[in-house]
């Protein structure tokens, strides 16, 4: 089973990690202004002696992950994205089309000329013509695992050994646990971007954390989480959404399942007995009532708690299945559906400060879904990896 995180957990392997100096060494400098002025690790400037150097190519990115799209997006690099994979709901609008992870299309990759090219692949890993093209043409390929856990996801954005071992900070000794795997480097390292990545690999564990406390002590029911209707099939143990359940006082109905996106029949969802049914469908238009809509044709009549108190939710947010950044948003639909005695707690969870003092005026985004100010190492002191601030 895996590690729940929680606010005390996280702050407490940071305090651990015990991290010296400062991540500048691995990270771009500020930017004066939207024109640039400062050195730019990312756009080749670097200064020596009093003199600019050239500049080199600034990045180019693909993503053929939606997921990393909306890290990337909430980082604030959004501008640096020049090609997605198709059907990305995370995409700033107007982006080219390169087909996706199963069906590359190679003349538009070559076309827009990338630096970098990120997605997430499953246990067979990158397709190994994207690693030839790649070594070919000179542009880098990183490949995550696709996550399945709030831990892997937070992963993917900022490690803070792999950030350490970077900046000359404090990394494991040789009697040290081992990793359960080896790990892709992080997002904030492949950027040269340990601030941003940092500031909202904070926030998003922080939200989430807030979230568990606004609804501990309610009652704790049990959610079928449906992907489809017809056919019924479920999020099982063993995914990210399964793992979210946890942060919103709740357990996965189909917990028992062999399978990660197990498909269900009338008698399978009898038996276990779901005290509410989320219905998770990008897009999808609103409910009507039961025995009017045909989506829900399946569960009319069952004689389940969920049916019969009419505790059938759905919540069609683009992002919804996103495995990325965007999850305290997706938990925080989850909670108000779930404990709408809580709406008021669960709202000031999203959208009260996560720093304990008025923060100096940024310019960072927050994440999808907050509106709270974005915390930074200095906002939470010493116990936190020291990083510059985000431009």
């Not at 606010?7 to 400062?22: E, K, Q």
């Not at 542009?139 to 490690?159: H, M, T």
């Not at 017809?230 to 062999?258: C, K, R, Y």
């Not at 400060?353 to 985004?365: F, G």
Request: glycine fraction near 8%; charged fraction near 20%; charge should be negative.
């Amino acid at each position: 089973m895996r590690t729940r995180f929680t606010y005390g957990l996280l702050i407490l392997g940071l305090a651990l990690l015990g991290v010296a100096g400062s991540l500048a060494a691995c990270g771009r400098q500020p930017q004066s202004g939207p024109a640039g002025g400062a050195s730019d690790a990312r756009d080749g400037n670097s200064a020596g002696n009093g003199q600019a150097a050239e500049a080199g190519p600034k990045v180019r990115i693909i993503t053929l992950a939606p997921a990393i799209t909306q890290m990337l997006v909430d980082m604030g690099l959004a501008d640096d994205l020049v090609g997605v994979a198709r059907n990305d709901m995370a995409a700033p609008p107007g982006l080219p089309i390169v087909g996706d992870v199963f069906d590359i299309n190679t003349e538009a990759i070559l076309k827009l000329k990338p630096t970098l090219v990120l997605l997430m692949t499953t246990k067979e890993g990158p397709p190994t013509d994207l690693i030839n093209l790649g070594r070919q043409y000179g542009f880098q390929v990183v490949a995550y695992p696709s996550p399945k856990s709030v831990e892997d996801v937070s992963d993917v954005i900022f490690d803070m050994d792999q950030v350490a071992t970077a900046s000359g900070g404090v990394v494991p000794g040789p009697d040290a646990a081992p990793k359960r795997r080896p790990r892709v480097p992080c997002l904030g390292t492949v950027l040269h971007e340990p601030a941003r990545a940092q500031s909202l690999w904070l926030e998003m564990l922080m939200r989430l954390g807030k979230l568990e406390k606004a609804v501990a002590g309610d009652t704790r029911p049990r959610v079928l989480m449906l992907l489809s209707t017809q056919p019924l099939m479920a999020i099982g143990p063993g995914a990210t959404h399964d793992q979210l359940l946890s942060f919103v006082n709740a357990s996965n109905a189909a917990e028992d399942a062999q399978v990660e996106a197990p498909t269900l029949d009338r008698e399978k969802i009898l038996a276990m007995k779901p005290d509410v049914i989320l219905l998770l469908l990008p897009n999808a238009p609103p409910l009507q009532p039961l025995g009017r809509d045909p989506r829900l044709a399946a569960l009319t009549g069952l004689d389940v708690p969920a049916v019969s108190h009419n505790r059938i939710y759905l919540i069609n947010d683009p992002l919804v299945l996103l495995p990325s950044s965007s999850l305290p948003r997706i938990a925080a639909e989850m909670a108000r559906d779930l404990h709408p005695d809580r709406i008021k707690q669960i709202d000031q969870a999203m959208t009260q400060s996560l720093v304990p003092s008025e923060p100096a005026p940024s310019t960072s985004q927050p994440a999808s879904g907050a509106s709270g100010p974005r915390p930074t190492a200095d906002d939470l002191g010493p116990l936190l990896v020291p990083v510059p601030h985000a431009p």
